[in-house]
């Protein structure tokens, strides 16, 4: 059934795209995990990676239990010719391969980029769903990067032009890429407006000495010039260590859980924010197949009780909430097909 399914309706493929380098292979695994356990359409990953890690992706993958509904293409790293050297060295190695995705991936007509410290804890398809929300002038969809201002990066510091009051964060990227190519941007760098691909050196010539993130700074410029072009959906599509560490900030997430858990600022590897490092230890080390509440949930929950002298423990049942309604919902799922 599910192969006849996925012939004759292509189109409901979804694509996700993630850029790891370095000692991130452990880390994109487990995104992949979390994405496939609770995923209701097929999944298209496309995975670009330093040579290196190429072997590795492919031994862990062919093992995944994908039951037909997950395929993946690796690409390699790669930035324009004339100015790769320059690319690669803005803020992370390799992290501005992303902005190239319109332009290497010219078949795909939408994606979702994630950073690779990203975990789903609802389908892809619900954040996949906001692609037919989008009005005749949206290419793309982004979180704000913070909802209290009074903590703002960009309201505070920022050197350049940035999208609405905070910023934006571009670790949970939806991109109509059909649009993006069609597109022809206005900028503050000449009365001609420029499609994507012209504009990506021009900006970075001009701003690389005022960006402390690199590409993300990048796409605030652009978007601040074209603020009809961006959807921007709510917080817990992009949940991160600043929408608790400094209390509770993400009040759709405190009335529905967190959707999708950003753990930037490296904190499933340390100690310092061990809410956020009990999830992702959790779904690193679930068993496919095994049953979710025995396996993945009820251990979870447990972890998490023992983090409330945190600020982010003290609202652990947002990291539980949705998850505990995503498996819910799966084994309704199941069940209603057998």
Known sequence: IRYDYMKTHPSEKMHLAVVACGERLEETVTMLRSAIIFSIKPLHFHIFAEDQLH??????LEEFPYEG??????????????????WKKLFK??????????????NVDSLLYVDTDILFLRPVDDIWSFLGKFNSTQIAAMAPEHEEPRIGWYNRFARHPYYGVTGINSGVMLMNMTRIRRKYFKNDMTPVRLQWGEILMPLLKKYKLNITWGDQDLLNIMFFHNPESLYVFPCQWNYRPDHCIYGSNCKAAEEEGIFILHGNRGVYHDDKQPT????????????????LVHSLLQPLERELQKTTHTYCGRVYKVFIKQLTKSIRDLY?????GR
């Open 55 to 60: 072997e590795s992706f492919k031994d862990i």
């Open 69 to 86: 509904k997950v395929n993946y293409t690796l690409y390699p790293i790669t930035f324009p010719s004339e100015s790769a050297a320059e």
């Open 276 to 291: 956020f490092r009990a999830v992702y230890e959790a779904i690193k080390n679930y068993s496919f197949g095994d049953d």
């Open 332 to 336: 309704a799922r199941r069940s209603k």
């Open 93 to 106: 190695p390799c992290a501005s391969q992303r902005l190239f995705l319109p332009l290497i991936l010219k």
